[in-house]
T-cell receptor, first 115, second 114 residues
């Protein structure tokens, strides 16, 4: 099955600096890579996703890059703000059968933005 | 729209007791999922459903059962709770399969088994 590894497990950055989280996956058939943000005590929410036919996607201060050959993808947050403090999860899709997929999640990265 | 809701929010059980967690969504989504979240382990899929009347096992299904009698509801049952089932449980739904688009999560249920 799919194995998604996420690094680092914790990340502390100064407000205004950039944060980068990296994930690797094992299933070369994976074609969908979402990132979820979970604030303390809240539910995970999708912040950005990328499909395998795209190498990079950007939405304001966040961007995701995908390297299919190396089977890794990364989340980049620029100009970090205190409200970016949260746990971030990457995920990769695994096809089970026709039109049926599951998501495999990384273990999460706890990001702390220092004021 | 309420989105995805879960009941209860918190529950404490004794070993061997049973309980049912209810998930409801009002977005007319076909797909629904149950995950458990444990520290340092991300979200692990317990069971999922691709439509009313259908269910399938995820990666950690042992000790759990599910039912999807109505499209909007997905129930997770613990027949004989064990301390290893202490966790935060999240329900999610999506319009199409997970490999296609966004999953919407419920607020979670924190379960403690003593």
């Amino acid at each position: 099955g799919e194995n998604v590894e996420q690094h680092p497990s914790t990340l502390s950055v100064q407000e205004g600096d950039s944060a980068v989280i990296k994930c690797t996956y094992s299933d070369s058939a994976s074609n969908y890579f979402p990132w979820y943000k979970q604030e303390l005590g809240k539910r995970p929410q999708l912040i950005i996703d990328i499909r395998s036919n795209v190498g990079e996607k950007k939405d304001q201060r966040i961007a995701v890059t995908l390297n299919k050959t190396a089977k890794h993808f990364s989340l980049h947050i620029t100009e970090t703000q205190p409200e970016d403090s949260a746990v971030y999860f990457c995920a990769a899709s695994q096809r089970l059968r026709s039109n049926d997929y599951k998501l495999s999640f990384g273990a999460g990265t706890t990001v702390t933005v220092r004021a | 729209n309420a989105g995805v809701t879960q009941t209860p929010k918190f529950r404490v059980l004794k070993t061997g007791q049973s309980m049912t967690l209810l998930c409801a969504q009002d977005m007319n989504h076909e797909y629904m999922y149950w995950y458990r979240q444990d520290p340092g382990m991300g979200l692990r899929l317990i069971h999922y459903s691709v439509g009313e009347g259908t269910t399938a096992k995820g990666e950690v299904p042992d000790g759990y059962n599910v039912s999807r009698l109505k499209k909007q509801n997905f129930l997770l049952g613990l027949e004989s709770a064990a301390p290893s089932q202490t966790s935060v449980y999240f329900c999610a739904s999506s319009y199409r399969g997970q490999g296609h688009n966004e999953q919407f999560f419920g607020p979670g249920t924190r379960l403690t088994v003593l």
